[in-house]
Structures are given as C-alpha cells and as structure tokens.
C-alpha cells in the first residue's frame, strides 16, 4: 500500500492505536523470549530429573505467568493491525487471526498455569521425602507433565502456527509489507507441522525446536518486525 492511501484511509487516532500497538508487541515479544529463556528446557522425559530441575529454579512458577502476560502484550499490537487493514478478505483474516490467538493464550494458559505450579509444589515436597514418598511424587509428576503436554503443543500450534497464518495472510492480501506476511505465513506453517507432529509422534523431534527455537525465537522475531512495520506505517499515517 502507498504512503498516499495509507493517508487516505487513516482514521483519526489510528497513528497513536498504531504506535501504541508496536510498543506492545515489542516490549511482549521481549519478554516473552526474555523469560522462556529463563525457564530453560524442562526435562519432561524424566519425571525426577524434572523435579530437580525446578528445584534449581525459584522463579519456576513465576516466568509462566509473566510469559502468559507478555503473550497478552502482543495481542494487543495485533489488534492495532486488524484494525489498520483496510482489504475486506484481509480484515476477515485478521479476524480469524485474533480468534485463533484468543484461543491459543486459553490454551496455553491453562496449560502454562498447571504445570508452573504441580512441579514447584510437587519438588518442594520431594526435597524433604523419605524414599518411598519420593517415588510416588514422581509419578504424580509423570502424570502433570504427561497431562500438560498435549495442551502444550495445541497451545504453540494455535497461538503461533494458525495465528501466524492467518495474520500472514492477512498482510499479504492488503498489500501491506508484504515481505513480512510471507515470514509470518512460513513461520506459522513450519510451527503448526511441527507441533502437530509431535503431537502424533511424541518421539519426532527434540522439544526445544518447538518450544525455543520456533515459539520463543523466530515467532517473537517475526512479532518484532511487525511492530517495526506498524511504527512506519503510523508515521505515514500522520
């Protein structure tokens, strides 16, 4: 789109909506990657190696929630561009792609919520156990992280495969930096497969590439970009 119909189809205020947008998903997609890191890669394989594993990290429980609060940040930059898209199918699109967000975050929520809380409780009582009672907090520990595993990777699959897609998509039909689109429609589908993969087959590929490489890299990147391109757009929209 020209800089002269982004002009044309401004509405008043939609600069500020798009700046404050960006802001958002800047600082969310910051975060987020900022505390995914610190949660580091949970051992999920092996129920007692995953106690100790939280053990060793005070702040287990606290990176999911502020990994949940950051994701939120975000949707609040994708919202400013739904609304900045002026293409009827790429609003149409847009609107899938904040559906599908909504969805994702519950998802992810639920499953963040659950697990960030189990395994800090169940490794605090683990640490003082007599040897039987150990044994029976792993298993209840196999059985949290067994649970929230396909949740895990719904979540990812929704919140940064089909969103992504759509959003993508979305950018690419309204003509707006379409270069991004293209990242954002090959980021989502690579996430999407790969989840939905492992999904399948639990065994297909190491959780890291999913839950680092794909979720808490390149889609945060590619978040990124689109708040930069959300800045210069609101910047010929003045």
Request: hydrophobic letters at 55%.
């Amino acid at each position: 789109m020209t800089s002269e119909a982004i002009r044309q189809t401004s509405e008043p205020g939609q600069a500020a909506a798009l700046r404050i947008g960006a802001c958002c998903g800047i600082v969310g997609a910051l975060a987020f990657a900022t505390v995914r890191i610190l949660h580091g890669d949970t051992p999920a394989a092996d129920a007692e190696a995953s106690l100790d594993f939280v053990t060793g990290r005070p702040s287990y429980a606290s990176v999911h929630i502020a990994a949940l609060l950051a994701a939120t940040l975000s949707l609040a930059m994708l919202m400013a561009l739904v609304s900045s898209l002026t293409h009827p199918a790429a609003r149409l699109l847009g609107r899938w792609g904040l559906a599908t967000t909504v969805v994702g975050l519950g998802a992810f929520a639920v499953e963040g919520t659950s697990e960030g809380l189990a395994l800090p409780e169940l490794a605090h009582a683990a640490a003082g156990a007599s040897p039987a009672q150990r044994a029976e907090l792993v298993r209840a520990a196999h059985a949290v992280l067994a649970t929230t595993h396909g949740p895990s990777l719904a979540a990812i699959a929704v919140l940064y495969g089909v969103s992504l897609i759509a959003f993508g998509l979305a950018i690419v039909v309204d003509n707006h930096t379409s270069w991004v689109g293209w990242t954002g429609l090959t980021v989502g589908a690579v996430t999407l497969v790969a989840a939905t993969g492992e999904y399948l087959n639990p065994d297909l590929m190491p959780g890291f590439l999913i839950y680092g490489l794909l979720a808490s890299i390149l889609a945060q990147a590619w978040l990124i970009a689109l708040a930069l391109t959300l800045l210069r757009r609101a910047r010929l929209a003045v």
